[in-house]
């Protein structure tokens, strides 16, 4: 079973940057579709942002789409959420998640993803 650990996580102003990791325990990461998902208090859990196996498709939510980055580098089998433009509203605790091989990488729900993350807060101030 695969085991996923975020990093990257931290306190950043209100326009700045910052970049999660994924780190996969296993070189066949390269055959998961994996989401970038986030959780604020008292908010469900939302997907912002998900990639194929390939990196051919890419899913971003309207809310991130244009600021957040999902890519993905196989032979570190890790994935990468390059977040720019950060706003107060993206402050959250932020988990990788990846659906079992070869399964379609369009699932937006929390339910259909397999194996999670131990997650990793972002907090943008003012």
């Known amino acids: 079973q695969v085991q996923l650990v975020e990093s990257g996580g931290g306190l950043v102003q209100a326009g700045g940057s910052l970049r999660l990791s994924c780190a996969a325990s296993e070189r066949t990461f390269t055959t998961y579709p994996v989401g970038w998902f986030r959780q604020a208090p008292g908010k469900e859990r939302e997907l912002v942002s998900g990639?194929?196996?390939?990196?051919?498709?890419?899913y971003y939510s309207d809310s991130v789409k244009g600021r957040f980055t999902i890519s993905r580098d196989d032979a570190k089998a890790t994935v990468y959420l390059q977040m720019s433009s950060l706003k107060l509203e993206d402050t959250a605790v932020y988990y990788c998640a990846a659906r079992r091989p070869f399964t379609s990488p369009t699932a937006t729900r929390a339910a259909d993803y397999d194996y999670w993350g131990q997650g990793t807060q972002v907090t943008v101030s003012s």
């Open positions: 990639i194929s196996r390939s990196g051919g498709y890419k």
